[in-house]
T-cell receptor
Framework: DTGVSQDPRHKITKRGQNVTFRCDPI?????LYWYRQTLGQGPEFLTY????????KSRLLSDRFSAERPKGSFSTLEIQRTEQGDSAMYLC??????????FGQGTRLTVV | AQKVTQAQTEISVVEKEDVTLDCVYE???????LFWYKQPPSGELVFLIR??????QNEISGRYSWNFQKSTSSFNFTITASQVVDSAVYFC????????????FGSGTRLQVQP
């Protein structure tokens, strides 16, 4: 399968714990995006990378959130000291610079 | 600021009926892109179409068609002869022509096609 893959698909964690999600984009794509989607809403932009450089971060991305793309390939999104409000679907997408974004199936996070 | 409004939260139709999903957008930019994505129960957003602001021609792809009207800031999506497999949440999205490709999504319309 050469699509965008995300791991894990589901994560349940206790409030206050740290969690890390991984995204493997389509291999030729130089751009990688993270979005967050809460129940009944559309995805909201969090951040994006061009190769290994993080070019933009949304105001939604608090200090507890950090994203990396160390070699310009896969990316990780870490949430420290999780809160119940962090419960959501976290979607990753990738694209060429001028192309359409292709999305993964997401990681559903539940904070209890 | 950009905004996308999908006023229809949920639509239910019977198979073979035609259905139109509405999308209204707001932007101050003169150059922008509009998108439609489909999100089936599996969760993955599936790209359907991209249209730039200078191209107001309607487009048809099989049972799908799109009507873009700048005068009313609308980009509506019609499915002709709906099928059960069309059941999903459909999102309209907007992107400024800055190259960011960071999309602003509407809240989605859930379409249920009954057999």
């Amino acid at each position: 399968d050469t699509g965008v893959s995300q791991d894990p698909r589901h994560k349940i964690t206790k409030r206050g714990q740290n969690v890390t999600f991984r995204c493997d984009p389509i291999s030729e794509h130089n751009r990688l995006y993270w979005y967050r989607q809460t129940l009944g809403q559309g995805p909201e932009f969090l951040t994006y990378f061009q190769n290994e450089a993080q070019l933009e971060k949304s105001r939604l991305l608090s200090d507890r959130f950090s994203a990396e793309r160390p070699k310009g390939s896969f990316s990780t999104l870490e949430i420290q000291r999780t809160e119940q409000g962090d419960s959501a679907m976290y979607l990753c997408a990738s694209s060429f610079s001028t192309g359409n974004a292709f999305f993964g199936q997401g990681t559903r996070l539940t904070v209890v | 600021a950009q905004k996308v409004t999908q006023a229809q939260t949920e639509i239910s139709v019977v198979e073979k009926e035609d259905v139109t999903l509405d999308c209204v957008y707001e932007t101050r930019d003169t150059t922008y892109y509009l998108f439609w994505y489909k999100q089936p129960p599996s969760g993955e957003l599936v790209f359907l179409i991209r249209r730039n602001s200078f191209d107001e021609q309607n487009e048809i792809s099989g049972r799908y068609s799109w009507n873009f009207q700048k005068s009313t800031s609308s980009f509506n999506f019609t499915i002709t002869a709906s099928q059960v497999v069309d059941s999903a949440v459909y999102f309209c999205a907007l992107d400024m022509d800055t190259g960011r490709r960071a999309l602003t999504f509407g809240s989605g319309t859930r379409l249920q096609v009954q057999p």
